[in-house]
């Protein structure tokens, strides 16, 4: 069971904890690749350069990060594949 | 979304400066991934990055041999060109490159860097 504040339910999730630049980015490629349109992708990320690059990443892509935010290991972003 | 950009990298540092080696090949794999194409151009001594055998003995630090960060590159899409003038000046033959590097002359480098939107030289 999920209560009203819990984040939104992603339909794949990507571990890339203790991966360091650029290896976030490319996973979160390869992944949202084998995705379909509409689908969402949890991606949690220790590397300091994951929010800017991820930002980045999904404004060259038409790529869609619906929310991003602080955990205990580091950042969770939910990404919508939008194309 | 914006429309297919393109990003040419243009090493021209060798095997005798490891440190300048692994950018271009982690940026260009990462310009693919951001839907960016992206092409390694060697010149002068950054020929010998692509000749066959050097890489796999060139290493630094805790990083993986350049030789796996260009097999990274390639497997992500990278095109690469080698300069035939840097090759000469340099006395290594055609055939003495890994083949997914091409060979190429000058027009071509000049043609790539009006042609790309963006570039940085290593």
């Given at each position: 069971?999920?209560?009203?504040?819990?984040?939104?339910?992603?339909?794949?999730?990507?571990?890339?904890?203790?991966?360091?630049?650029?290896?976030?980015?490319?996973?979160?490629?390869?992944?949202?690749?084998?995705?379909?349109?509409?689908?969402?992708?949890?991606?949690?990320?220790?590397?300091?350069?994951?929010e800017?690059?991820?930002?980045?990443?999904?404004?060259?892509?038409?790529?869609?990060?619906?929310?991003?935010?602080?955990?205990?290991?580091?950042?969770?972003?939910?990404i919508?594949?939008?194309? | 979304?914006?429309?297919?950009?393109k990003?040419?990298?243009?090493?021209t540092?060798?095997?005798d400066?490891p440190k300048?080696?692994?950018?271009?090949?982690?940026?260009?794999?990462?310009?693919?991934?951001?839907?960016?194409?992206?092409?390694?151009?060697?010149?002068?001594?950054?020929?010998?990055?692509?000749?066959?055998?050097?890489?796999?003995?060139?290493?630094?630090?805790?990083?993986?041999?350049v030789k796996?960060?260009?097999?990274?590159?390639?497997?992500a899409?990278?095109?690469?060109?080698?300069?035939?003038?840097?090759?000469?000046?340099?006395?290594?033959?055609?055939?003495?490159?890994?083949?997914?590097a091409?060979?190429?002359?000058?027009a071509?480098?000049n043609?790539?860097?009006?042609?790309?939107?963006?570039?940085?030289?290593?």
């Amino acid at each position: 069971m999920t209560d009203a504040n819990s984040p939104e339910r992603a339909d794949q999730t990507l571990d890339c904890i203790g991966l360091y630049c650029p290896m976030p980015v490319i996973r979160t490629n390869d992944e949202i690749d084998k995705l379909a349109v509409g689908e969402t992708l949890e991606v949690l990320a220790d590397d300091p350069a994951a929010e800017a690059d991820l930002e980045a990443w999904a404004k060259r892509t038409g790529q869609k990060i619906l929310e991003m935010g602080k955990t205990d290991e580091g950042t969770r972003f939910l990404i919508k594949k939008t194309k | 979304m914006i429309d297919k950009k393109k990003i040419l990298y243009v090493q021209t540092s060798g095997v005798d400066t490891p440190k300048r080696l692994y950018s271009p090949f982690v940026l260009a794999m990462t310009a693919k991934a951001m839907g960016i194409d992206a092409t390694i151009y060697f010149l002068g001594s950054g020929v010998t990055v692509v000749k066959k055998g050097a890489a796999e003995n060139v290493k630094e630090g805790s990083f993986p041999t350049v030789k796996e960060i260009i097999n990274q590159a390639i497997a992500a899409g990278v095109k690469l060109s080698v300069c035939e003038q840097s090759c000469q000046l340099l006395g290594i033959e055609r055939g003495e490159f890994i083949p997914e590097a091409k060979v190429v002359g000058a027009a071509t480098l000049n043609d790539l860097v009006l042609d790309a939107d963006g570039t940085m030289w290593f």
